[in-house]
Nanobody
Framework: QVQLVESGGGLVQPGGSLRLSCAASGSIFSINGMGWYRQAPGKERELVAGITSGGTTNYADSVKGRFTISRDNAKKTSHLQMNSLKPEDTAVYYC??????????????WGQGTLVTVSS
């Protein structure tokens, strides 16, 4: 069984910061791409940021310059540092990873989501 567990969500005032974490566990051989998505009420899930196993990153235009994605391959973790948060960043944030298991199954795995609320 392979799973992703997110943490770090919560309530923050506009202009504040939060750091989300994602930890992968289970029978993992390797992790390819990792990413963070979000889904606001009434909207579709969208990619916020992604990072390859080699460290190449990409961001949604709406978060460029404010959010930073990182990963630790040895610890099988990913982090999303979110600065200068805006009310429109309010959403459930999901961690995503492309995982090759020790049984040689290639899986796309999602975390359970963590709520980020930006409000005064």
């Amino acid at each position: 069984q392979v799973q992703l567990v997110e943490s770090g969500g919560g309530l923050v005032q506009p202009g504040g910061s939060l750091r989300l974490s994602c930890a992968a566990s289970g029978s993992i051989f390797s992790i390819n791409g990792m990413g963070w998505y979000r889904q606001a009420p009434g909207k579709e899930r969208e990619l916020v940021a992604g990072i390859t196993s080699g460290g190449t990153t990409n961001y949604a235009d709406s978060v460029k310059g404010r959010f930073t994605i990182s990963r630790d391959n040895a610890k099988k973790t990913s982090h999303l540092q979110m600065n200068s948060l805006k009310p429109e960043d309010t959403a459930v944030y999901y961690c995503n990873a492309e995982i090759l298991t020790r049984r040689w199954d290639y899986l796309e795995v999602w975390g359970q989501g963590t709520l980020v609320t930006v409000s005064s």
